[in-house]
C-alpha cells in the first residue's frame, strides 16, 4: 500500500491549492482518506476526511469551509482544496487511509490510520 502526496509547493496568500494523495494496494473509494497537516513545531491537525463508497465527508470546523475533499475512482486519487490560503497555512500536508466499517469517519489525528503517505510541503507566503 502506497499513498503519495502531490501539489504542494509556494502559494501567495489569498490564493487556493489542489492537493493529490494518489493511492496504491488499496482502493481509495472503499476506505477512509484523511488529510492532515503539521506545521514546524506544532501538532498534527485533521483536516478533512472522505469515505466515497458511502459518500461521506467530514470537515474539521476549523477551516471555515476553506477546504474541500473530494475523490477521483478513475484515478484512484484523493484531493484536497483550499482557498483563501493564510500564512498560518504553512505545514507539511499528510493524507492517510484506514478501513473503516460505516461512515463515521472523524480526520482525528490521534485516530487509527493504517497508511500514510510521506507529506507535501505548503508554504504560504
Known amino acids: 500500500v502506497q499513498l503519495v502526496e502531490s501539489g504542494g509547493g509556494s502559494v501567495q496568500a489569498g490564493g487556493s491549492v489542489r492537493l493529490s494523495c494518489s493511492v496504491s494496494?488499496?482502493?481509495?473509494?472503499?476506505?477512509?482518506v484523511a488529510w492532515f497537516r503539521q506545521a514546524p513545531g506544532g501538532e498534527r491537525e485533521g483536516i478533512a476526511s472522505?469515505?466515497?463508497?458511502?459518500?461521506?465527508?467530514n470537515y474539521d470546523d476549523s477551516f471555515n469551509g476553506r477546504v474541500t475533499i473530494s475523490e477521483d475512482s478513475s484515478n484512484n486519487t484523493v484531493y484536497l482544496e483550499m482557498d483563501s490560503l493564510k500564512v498560518e497555512d504553512t505545514a507539511v500536508y499528510y493524507c492517510?487511509?484506514?478501513?473503516?466499517?460505516?461512515?463515521?469517519?472523524?480526520?482525528?489525528?490521534?485516530?487509527?490510520?493504517?497508511?500514510w503517505g510521506q507529506g507535501t510541503q505548503v508554504t504560504v507566503s
Open positions: 492517510a487511509a484506514d478501513f473503516r466499517a460505516g461512515s463515521y469517519c472523524p480526520p482525528n489525528p490521534r485516530g487509527r490510520w493504517t497508511h
Open positions: 494496494g488499496i482502493s481509495a473509494r472503499t476506505y477512509c
Open positions: 472522505m469515505t466515497a463508497s458511502v459518500g461521506a465527508r
